[in-house]
């Protein structure tokens, strides 16, 4: 059984930075490709990462201020978020997916991936 737990929320200042981790246990982590989503109040789509972090998709609305990457021998996904505004306020949750293929058309579907965390809290304050 696959267990996602994330961490590394909390409250920042606009233009502040926060590093969110995402330990996945259970299963053959460096298969598997892992995303990163967010909710207010609809869930979408932040980014995500292939399993051999070769390959990464962001949204357009994070695009050059977030950054996502893993360290397979921590079974880590780590999402550095930078120059933060109060619209990144969220809760955000790290996905996993059993597809072996990394399929950039098909990374910003929640439909996807099959284990999910329970979230941590972003607040960004003006």
């Known amino acids: 059984q696959v267990q996602v737990v994330e961490s590394g929320g909390g409250l920042v200042q606009a233009g502040g930075s926060l590093r969110l981790s995402c330990v996945v246990s259970?299963?053959?982590?460096?298969?598997?490709?892992v995303g990163w989503f967010r909710q207010v109040p609809a869930r979408e789509f932040v980014a995500a990462i292939s399993?051999?972090?070769?390959?990464?998709n962001y949204a357009d609305s994070v695009k050059g201020r977030f950054t996502i990457s893993r360290d397979n021998a921590k079974n880590t996904v780590y999402l550095q978020m930078n120059s933060l505004k109060p619209e990144d306020t969220a809760v955000y949750f790290c996905?996993?997916?059993?597809?072996?293929?990394?399929?950039?058309?098909?990374?910003?579907?929640?439909?996807?991936?099959?284990?999910w965390g329970q979230g941590t809290q972003v607040t960004v304050s003006s």
């Open positions: 259970g299963g053959t982590f460096s298969t598997r490709h």
């Open positions: 996905a996993v997916s059993p597809v072996t293929d990394y399929r950039p058309s098909y990374v910003y579907s929640q439909t996807y991936y099959d284990y």
């Open positions: 399993g051999s972090g070769g390959s990464t």
